[in-house]
Structure formats: structure tokens, C-alpha cells
């Protein structure tokens, strides 16, 4: 299941906020504590250069938030060594023999000391460490309280935020739900996200695709229906008269009754075949030798043709190896030579050929027919046209299935009147070439 698109954008954002919030923290922190560290630091050194033999306290009352931790410790050491001043007498820190700065540890306090000495004298000032943390601590607190404030706001923030940028998604999930399964209009593209909009372009073009298909399968059954309709009503027709015992012979009525049922099998086969072919399923492809497969849909008319008094023949000369689905590509020319066949006068004639080139095979039935009527050449390839005379059979399937087999696999397939001044039709098949080196798959 897909995580919500808000909520994972909240919880980085918010954590990324988080995460840089406790950083600046630390950052302001270790800022604020060093800066306060050395400004103390400086203030021993001052107070230490300054310092002097003892004054008396002015008689004045100490200060209301007089804090005794937060006195200096200063002692002055003469030339011999004896202490001269002494502004803490209870705290004995021990001179310190390198100058500078220290940190001392002394009945288990820890002080940082800074000393300096001259000929005479050696002053050396201390302060509790305790106080200067708590100054350090404070200033800090101080420096990193508004962030600390910020971190949650920012949060309130940004989830406000999201759900103002996200609101044309809801508006866009709330437009796909309420469609119906039967809607064909496009998703409206006015206020969706230039993120998203390509993702909706894409979905109307499936919703466009969708209605096609759909509206092609309405009119397929209606097509369907009205074909059927004929050879069912004539199959009744004769039902009735067996039923009735018509002074009719029984064999003719069996024999029109036959040729009824046939005309209705081929219709419902030729239009399982043309549904299985619109299946979006890829065919099964393999490698065979296109001039056998050609030689023996001929081979298949031969008895058809003589009968008909129909010169067939075929040129097709050397192996041309071919890739594809062998059984789909056999309807496509046995229904091309069916149908030069059909629309053959007696003493017609329909050559069938083969010709190579180094990247294609080009298959051309030629017949000696009606050919096609002006017009008609853009309508063959449509689903039970007859561009035919009427007094022939067929169902107007055989060439919008052949166009379905040539589309899987890739084939060019035209069929139009002859060009060289003789009545007919020329079908032409053009299928890419295979190489003879090439290893089937």
C-alpha cells in the first residue's frame, strides 16, 4: 500500500527541521559558552594586572543580589613568598608557578586561576568554575531558547503549508472519485500541480484509449448481432419448412439448411479470431522459412483454383527466414489468396511472390478480379465492409483480421487496385527480413 504523499513530505521536513534545530543548538551552545569563557577569562587577567596592595571596603551596604560564590578569590604574594592580600581568606590556593591560566582543584572545588608575577609581587585572581558554567550555561539558554521555541512552530508551519500545496491533489482525488466506470471525459488539468500534471496526461490518454475501446466494442457486438442475424432468420426459415413437412424435398432444405449453419460457424470463427487478436497479449514469436509457409497456403488453394478454372501460381524461390508467430502469419496469407479466389472470374489468373531485399521480404498477391470500386481502397481494412460485389460470399472480417495479425507483428500490409492498367487488386505484405546467420530464439 502507497504511504500518504502528506505525510511522508511532514515527517522529513519536520525531521529535517528537527535535526538541524538540535544542531544549532549544540553549535549556539559551544558559541555562547566559549565566548563567555574567554570574556571571563579576560576579566581575571584585568582584575589581576589591577590589583594592588589591600584598600579598605568602602562603607557601603553590599549589593541586594550579592551572590558570595560569585566573588573572586585574590591573593598577592610579596618577593618572599608571604601573602600580602588575601580577599577570600577560607580558600587556600596555591601559587601557581607557571604564569597564566589554570585550572585548580582545591577542597573539591574547581577554580580557574590566572597568575602574574613581577620582581616584587605575584598576584594571582581565581573564580569557581561552578559560576562560570552557570554564566556560560545561561547565555547559552539564552542563544538557543528561540530555536528551541521555532522547532515546534515550524512544524505547525509546514503542516499548514503541505496541506495548502496539497490541496489541488485533493481536489484531483476527489474529481477521480466521483467518475463513473462509464466516463470518457478527461481529467480537467486547470489547478493540478506541474508535477503532477504529466501523470494526468498520461491517464487521460488511458481514459481515451479506454473509451475506444470500448465504443470499438459496442459496435463489434452490434456489428456482430446484424451479421448473425441473416444466417440465423434463413436457418429458422428452414426449420420451419422441415417442421411443417412443405412439399419441398427434404434434401434441398437440409442442403440450404447446411449452407446456413456454415455461413454462421465461419462468421463466429472469424470473430473469436479477430477478439483473440485484440488481446494486447504479444504473440508467440518464432523464427520459420516464410517461402515454405507461402508454398503451402498455395498449395492449400490448388484444388479451389482448378475448380474455378483459375490459373494459381507462385514464385517464391529460395528460403527467406521469417520472424513471428507461424500460425497467425498463415491466416493473414490464406485469407489474402482466399480472397483473390473469391473475387476471380472463371479463367482468371493470381500469381503469388516472394521477393527479397537485404532487410525485407515482400509478399504480393496479384489478382485478375473486379478490383476494388473508387473509394473503397480506405475502407478494405474496416470491420464487415465489402467493397465486393454482394453476390459473393464473405463475411467482411477476413482483411480487418489480416491488418490485426500484420499490426502484432510488426508488418506492412496495403491492398489496392493494380497500376499497370489491368483490372485487379494487388495485397502486399512487407515483413522485416531475418538473417541467415542469426540464431533462433
Request: net charge negative; aromatic share 4%.
Amino acid at each position: 500500500m502507497t504511504g500518504s504523499l502528506r505525510r511522508a513530505a511532514l515527517l522529513w521536513m519536520t525531521g529535517l527541521l528537527t535535526a538541524v534545530g538540535l544542531v544549532t543548538v549544540v553549535i549556539a551552545y559551544w558559541y555562547a559558552r566559549g565566548e563567555a569563557a574567554e570574556f571571563l577569562d579576560s576579566q581575571l587577567r584585568q582584575i589581576a594586572l589591577n590589583a594592588g596592595a589591600g584598600v579598605a571596603s568602602a562603607n557601603a551596604p553590599g549589593a541586594a543580589d550579592r551572590d558570595p560564590e560569585d566573588q573572586f578569590a585574590i591573593t598577592i604574594w610579596d618577593g618572599a613568598g608571604r601573602i600580602v592580600h588575601q580577599s577570600l581568606p577560607g580558600v587556600a590556593i596555591a601559587r601557581q608557578e607557571i604564569p597564566g591560566f589554570a585550572d585548580v582543584n582545591t577542597s573539591g572545588e574547581v577554580w580557574r586561576v590566572y597568575s602574574t608575577r613581577d620582581g616584587d609581587r605575584t598576584v594571582q585572581v581565581a573564580q569557581r568554575d561552578t559560576v562560570r558554567a552557570e554564566i556560560a550555561n545561561g547565555a547559552a539558554l539564552g542563544a538557543t531558547a528561540p530555536i528551541i521555541i521555532v522547532i515546534p512552530l515550524s512544524w505547525l508551519v509546514v503542516g499548514w503549508a503541505l496541506g495548502r500545496a496539497l490541496r489541488p491533489l485533493d481536489a484531483l482525488k476527489d474529481e477521480i472519485a466521483a467518475r463513473s466506470a462509464s466516463a470518457t471525459a478527461p481529467i480537467p488539468l486547470a489547478g493540478v500541480p506541474s508535477e503532477v500534471a504529466p501523470l494526468v496526461e498520461s491517464m487521460n490518454g488511458l481514459i481515451a484509449r479506454l473509451g475506444a475501446a470500448v465504443e470499438a466494442q459496442k459496435q463489434f457486438v452490434a456489428d456482430a448481432a446484424h451479421e448473425l442475424r441473416t444466417p440465423l432468420a434463413a436457418m429458422q426459415i428452414e426449420v420451419d419448412n422441415l417442421a411443417s413437412g412443405g412439399a419441398q424435398p427434404q434434401p434441398d432444405r437440409i442442403i440450404a439448411l447446411t449452407a446456413s449453419v456454415k455461413r454462421a460457424s465461419s462468421l463466429v470463427d472469424q470473430l473469436l479470431k479477430l477478439a483473440r487478436l485484440d488481446d494486447a497479449a504479444p504473440a508467440q514469436h518464432e523464427t520459420f522459412d516464410l517461402a515454405a509457409l507461402l508454398l503451402d497456403c498455395v498449395g492449400e488453394f490448388a484444388l479451389l483454383a482448378d475448380r474455378k478454372r483459375i490459373d494459381l501460381g507462385a514464385d517464391v524461390g529460395q528460403p527467406a527466414p521469417c520472424r513471428g508467430n507461424e500460425s497467425e502469419v498463415r491466416f493473414l496469407l490464406t485469407n489474402l489468396i482466399d480472397n483473390a479466389l473469391r473475387y476471380t472470374p472463371s479463367g482468371g489468373k493470381i500469381d503469388v511472390s516472394l521477393g527479397r531485399t537485404d532487410n525485407t521480404l515482400v509478399v504480393e498477391v496479384v489478382d485478375t478480379g473486379p478490383g476494388l470500386p473508387k473509394g473503397a481502397e480506405k475502407r478494405v481494412f474496416e470491420r464487415f465492409f465489402r467493397g465486393a460485389p454482394q453476390d459473393i460470399e464473405g463475411t467482411g472480417l477476413g482483411l480487418a483480421i489480416a491488418r490485426r495479425v500484420a499490426e502484432r507483428h510488426g508488418f506492412s500490409l496495403t491492398v489496392e487496385n493494380r497500376a499497370d492498367g489491368c483490372s485487379g487488386v494487388v495485397a502486399r505484405v512487407v515483413a522485416p527480413a531475418k538473417s541467415q546467420s542469426a540464431a533462433p530464439s
